[in-house]
């Protein structure tokens, strides 16, 4: 493979824990200025992998995360294999579709398959020459006084491993964030909402989409809502959210039917009877939580980007962008302050934590906004007198 050469020989050493969306990003990032980078991931590497666990099977990439994909020269490879959506597309419970844009003309959104663009971005940070990526490295337990990190193996050995930063992109439960919660005037909230997720197939329809791909399909009920977002394959994937209660109430294939005929009859034939009644029991509901912090950063030592500084809940579609978003802020600071650690970190908490909390803010808004404000005829009417 090919690698680049980055402009200086710092040898300054950046780990990189979590090679999920952002911290593949963010070693991209690091490399690029130059740094010895190290991802440390728990998982194998998703490349070779044969089974993918993780969240959403596809995400919607907008304005932010396309930013943060162009300075490391992705964005074009990213947004060719994505699908715009130029619009939501409403869904009444008697069958109807209408469209409200998201912007002007020719503005739009794009799903993107999460574990293409993981794999992508791991290839990207892999063309460094000074940046090495680590499978089946699990963080247990660091010391931010020295910045030494304890890594678990598979096969339950240990390792030990020293860096001059220390980037905690490992996610909402991140293991880097429990060192934090042990410092005094750290500010920590989670919040779980009371709905869960579930993600369901609609296959391909005579070889072409189900339903119009260019549209984030939405079929708002008020205390609940499905949405879809069409995939390369031409399926889509459609995200079931609803409290976890009415989940629990769901217990056979019949009852799922009897549901789908009350709220999204016009989904039943386009995800076929059979696959519905089947893939609602395939994984239980998954959780939603929202965390919020304050500092993201000890010293000039470590410093919390992505779902591990700010996870949100999805209806914003902005978790991951904002977490992209992230990546080009550090950066910006870096240059600001000519890369003196301890300078950039406070100043990055100091930028970063209000605009992280107020996507937080908007995304839990949007939880009510996408189920229930989205049926109003003044939304449909205020949308329609906004864009055009
Ligand atoms: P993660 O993706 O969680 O990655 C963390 C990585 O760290 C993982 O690879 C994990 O294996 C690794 N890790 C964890 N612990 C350790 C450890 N101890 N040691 C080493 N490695 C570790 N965002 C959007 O922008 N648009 C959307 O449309 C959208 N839709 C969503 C839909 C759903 C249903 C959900 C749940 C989320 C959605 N999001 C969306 C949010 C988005 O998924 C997250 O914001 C994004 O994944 C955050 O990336 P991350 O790299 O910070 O964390």
Redesign the pocket.
Known sequence: MDTKETKSDKKKVVAV????????LNACFFAKRGFEVHV????EDIRTAKVVK???I?????HR?RSALKHVGMEEKIVSQGIPMHARMIHTPDGKQSPIPYGKKGQYILSVD?ANL?KQLLTEAETYANAKLNFD????DWNAETGTMT?VRGDGSREHVLADLIVG????????RKQFMRRSRFNYSQTYIPHG?M?LTMPPRDGDFAMKPGYLHIWPRNTFMMIA?PNLDQTFTC?LFMPFDEFDKITTGDQVLDFFEQYFADAIPLIGVEELKSDFFRLPA?A?VSVKCSPYHIGDKCVL????AH??V?FY????????EDCIVFDEIMSQFNEDLSAVLPEYTRVRVPDDHAIADLAMYNYIEMRAHVNSKWFLFRKYVDNF
């Open positions: 824990v979590g090679g999920g969306l952002v911290g593949a440390f991931e728990s998982r993780g969240r959403s596809n995400l919607a990439l907008s995360g999460r993981n490295h699990k963080l247990q890594f992109c490992d996610g909402a439960f991140s293991a880097i997720y993600e977002l995200t998954q939603m980007m992505g779902d591990a996870a949100v999805p579609g902005q978790g991951m962008n904002a977490g992209f």
